[in-house]
């Protein structure tokens, strides 16, 4: 696959498909974002908007580029749009019959030659891509949150991912000024494997007293340089998708490390999932999902 302009529909506008966008359109490509909730699909947009204004303000990108990263995006919740997509990237719920369901949908809508590409977090790729008639197609790309700026990406093939699939995925990752880093199709890929238990410990460690968010988050960013703390992290994250993907490692890992301090199911049951709701480990003015 070369590095010409091509036509990519992001599945899902919610934190993560709302990233992946970002990354998409910025590069020039003509991106469609889908969901079936038109006020998520809003919500998405905008974040995207939001995010390529506050790069231009910012100094990192000048505003010509910008414009042409908001022009290059439209949004739609009409599946048949995204008939001429040269590659399709999936970030909707992680729940695999609807991620099975999207791609056999889509089978009969986009060309023979579309990648399918799955941003699941915690369910194997090989299964996702037994939705599809083509499993071949299909490839597991795992970007790491907030998309935009983060740039590694988990490459993952399926049992029945071609030669031809991952190579042309690798390629267009690298298009995107992407990092990939191939992996195995084992639960958690490489780097859940061990953020997820972090992040757990330091949950813990809030819920124990040891110190408040801000003390946590500032001995982080002074000691082992993350580019932001973990409360910072887990507030864009939400809580609600930490609380899933720990709690689906835990069950195919049988391992504690991975199970969610009790903290985590209080906050969900309270609403306070982070940036998407205005309120997590720290309050927010502002329901964009990330970057404002
Ligand atoms: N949040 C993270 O940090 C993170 C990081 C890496 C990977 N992931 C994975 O990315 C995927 C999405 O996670 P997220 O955090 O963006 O979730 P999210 O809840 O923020 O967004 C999911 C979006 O999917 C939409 N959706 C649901 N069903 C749909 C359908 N049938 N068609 C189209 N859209 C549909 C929802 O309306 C919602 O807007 C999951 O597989 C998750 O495991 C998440």
Not at 56 to 63: M, S
Not at 219 to 227: K, N
Not at 277 to 289: A, H, M, Q, S
């Given at each position: 696959m070369?590095?010409?302009?091509?036509?990519?529909?992001?599945?899902?506008?919610?934190?993560?498909?709302?990233?992946?966008?970002?990354?998409?359109?910025?590069?020039?490509?003509?991106?469609?974002?889908?969901?079936?909730?038109?006020?998520?699909?809003?919500?998405?947009?905008?974040?995207?908007?939001?995010?390529?204004?506050?790069?231009?303000?910012?100094?990192?990108?000048?505003?010509?580029?910008?414009?042409?990263?908001?022009?290059?995006?439209?949004?739609?919740?009409?599946?048949?749009?995204?008939?001429?997509?040269?590659?399709?990237?999936?970030?909707?719920?992680?729940?695999?019959?609807?991620?099975?369901?999207?791609?056999?949908?889509?089978?009969?809508?986009?060309?023979?030659?579309?990648?399918?590409?799955?941003?699941?977090?915690?369910?194997?790729?090989?299964?996702?891509?037994?939705?599809s008639?083509?499993?071949?197609?299909?490839?597991?790309?795992?970007?790491?949150?907030?998309a935009?700026?983060?740039?590694?990406?988990?490459?993952?093939?399926?049992?029945?991912?071609?030669?031809?699939?991952?190579?042309?995925?690798?390629?267009?990752?690298?298009?995107?000024?992407?990092?990939?880093?191939?992996t195995?199709?084992?639960?958690g890929?490489?780097?859940?494997?061990?953020?997820?238990?972090?992040?757990?410990?330091?949950?813990?460690?809030?819920?124990?007293?040891?110190?408040?968010?801000?003390?946590?988050?500032?001995?982080?960013?002074g000691?082992?340089?993350?580019?932001?703390g973990?409360?910072?992290?887990?507030?864009?994250?939400?809580?609600?998708?930490?609380?899933?993907?720990?709690?689906?490692?835990y069950?195919?890992?049988?391992?504690?490390?991975?199970?969610?301090?009790?903290?985590?199911?209080?906050?969900?049951?309270?609403?306070?999932?982070?940036?998407?709701?205005?309120?997590?480990f720290?309050?927010?003015?502002?329901?964009?999902?990330?970057?404002?």
């Amino acid at each position: 696959m070369s590095n010409e302009k091509k036509t990519v529909a992001v599945l899902g506008a919610g934190t993560m498909g709302s990233g992946i966008a970002t990354v998409m359109a910025r590069a020039g490509h003509r991106t469609l974002l889908f969901d079936i909730d038109d006020a998520n699909l809003q919500r998405g947009v905008d974040t995207v908007h939001g995010f390529v204004d506050k790069s231009i303000k910012l100094g990192k990108l000048d505003a010509e580029a910008g414009q042409g990263a908001k022009d290059a995006l439209s949004g739609t919740t009409a599946l048949s749009d995204l008939s001429a997509c040269d590659v399709v990237v999936e970030a909707v719920f992680e729940d695999l019959a609807l991620k099975k369901d999207l791609f056999g949908e889509l089978d009969g809508i986009v060309s023979e030659s579309t990648l399918f590409h799955t941003n699941t977090s915690t369910l194997s790729v090989t299964g996702i891509a037994s939705g599809s008639t083509k499993p071949e197609r299909v490839v597991g790309t795992h970007y790491c949150n907030p998309a935009p700026l983060m740039k590694l990406v988990e490459v993952a093939d399926g049992r029945h991912t071609a030669e031809w699939a991952h190579k042309a995925t690798i390629e267009f990752l690298s298009s995107l000024g992407k990092t990939s880093v191939v992996t195995k199709d084992r639960p958690g890929f490489i780097v859940n494997r061990f953020l997820i238990p972090w992040e757990n410990s330091c949950i813990a460690a809030l819920d124990a007293g040891v110190a408040t968010t801000e003390e946590i988050d500032a001995a982080v960013l002074g000691s082992i340089g993350h580019p932001m703390g973990p409360f910072r992290l887990l507030d864009i994250v939400g809580m609600d998708i930490h609380q899933q993907v720990a709690m689906r490692l835990y069950e195919q890992l049988r391992d504690p490390k991975f199970f969610p301090p009790p903290m985590v199911e209080r906050m969900v049951a309270a609403g306070d999932l982070g940036r998407k709701t205005g309120r997590g480990f720290y309050e927010y003015d502002d329901t964009r999902l990330f970057g404002s």
